[in-house]
């Protein structure tokens, strides 16, 4: 089992949908956890982290975090075209980073 | 301010050829990292270094051999390149909220 688990996808939404994305994890020890864009034979580039249970909002994006039910969540508002690309989930524990495989997001215009 | 600057982007090794990656950050950050990303496998860690001076060994070590040369660089090297080894590498660079990664190196191995 891997210590974070995600729906490969694809997930598709038309432009101006909300966008819902999911990851769960196995590590009841991880700390804290971050949300990775990575568009198509580009590097992965950190867009939210939470580390504490609840909701963070910055912007068109919000992150959830549930410790108690292992999850974690990145819910992207009024979703563009150009926010289509593979998102990564990851957590952290003590220098170790885990990402899941990534989910890919498709929004047709 | 160039963040974590990777190289070579490319490269095309033979089987049993040897090589080094080698990765630089300018943002002081204490811990390094070098993952690999295969299709549907997402990324998988190689090694990290927590500090200078001190590495450990990730999830797919077997095959690699890493440097912490000093705050600044963290190499990797592949002694004898096998096709299992074809893949996209990243180095990142860290404090604890979260990666900067490099641009990556393709390589191949034919």
């Known amino acids: 089992q891997k210590e974070v688990e995600q729906n490969s996808g694809p997930l598709s939404v038309p432009e101006g949908a909300i966008a819902s994305l999911n990851c769960t994890y196995s590590d009841r020890g991880s700390q804290s956890f971050f949300w990775y864009r990575q568009y198509s034979g580009k590097s992965p580039e950190l867009i939210m982290s939470i580390y504490s249970n609840g909701d963070k909002e910055d912007g068109r994006f919000t992150a959830q975090l549930n410790k108690a039910s292992q999850y974690v969540s990145l819910l992207i508002r009024d979703s563009q075209p150009s926010d289509s690309a593979t998102y990564l989930c990851?957590?952290?524990?003590?220098?170790?980073?885990?990402f899941g495989s990534g989910t890919k997001l498709n929004v047709k215009p | 301010n160039a963040g974590v600057t990777q190289t070579p982007k490319f490269q095309v090794l033979k089987t049993g050829q040897s090589m080094t990656l080698q990765c630089a950050q300018d943002?002081?950050?204490?811990?390094m990292y070098w993952y690999r990303q295969d299709p549907g496998m997402g990324l998988r860690l190689i090694y990290y270094s927590a500090s200078e001076g001190t590495t450990d060994k990730g999830e797919v070590p077997n095959g690699y051999n890493v440097s912490r040369l000093n705050k600044r660089e963290f190499s990797l090297r592949l002694e004898s390149a096998a096709p299992s080894q074809t893949s996209v590498y990243f180095c990142a660079s860290s404090p604890s909220i979260g990666h900067a990664f490099g641009s990556g190196t393709r390589l191949t191995v034919v």
């Open positions: 990851a957590g952290y524990n003590f220098n170790k980073f885990y």
């Open positions: 943002m002081n950050h204490n811990s």
